[in-house]
Nanobody, 114 residues
Framework: VQLQASGGGLVQAGGSLRLSCAAS????????MAWYRQAPGKQRELVAA???????NYADSVKGRFTVSRDNAMNTVFLQMSSLKPEDTAVYYC?????????WGKGTLVTVSS
């Protein structure tokens, strides 16, 4: 299983970024996907999740600013991030919830400057 995240970078506060995660080695259409993030010195936390059926769930800190979506034809999950804040600075990880096991990508760094 490979999860290749991309789209991170440096952005000013108030700006937007879109992260992508291309998955291979899994039956993507039946796999629940999620985005997590880990800021320096902090634990990894759930940012947003999307089920195989398209139901979504968000951390309170990003509700109304971030949108998770998926394209099953492309085996890709997206995270559209808007109104970014310095506290959103973190490494963002793609997660696939396989049967009895979670899979993780290497992460992409998002830095939000004030």
């Amino acid at each position: 299983v490979q999860l290749q995240a991309s789209g991170g970078g440096l952005v000013q506060a108030g700006g937007s970024l879109r992260l992508s995660c291309a998955a291979s080695g899994i039956i993507f259409v039946i796999t629940d996907m999620a985005w997590y993030r880990q800021a320096p010195g902090k634990q990894r936390e759930l940012v947003a999740a999307i089920t195989s059926g398209g139901s979504t769930n968000y951390a309170d800190s990003v509700k109304g600013r971030f949108t998770v979506s998926r394209d099953n034809a492309m085996n890709t999950v997206f995270l559209q991030m808007s109104s970014l804040k310095p506290e959103d600075t973190a490494v963002y990880y793609c997660n696939a919830q396989g049967p009895g096991k979670d899979y993780w990508g290497k992460g992409t760094l998002v830095t939000v400057s004030s």
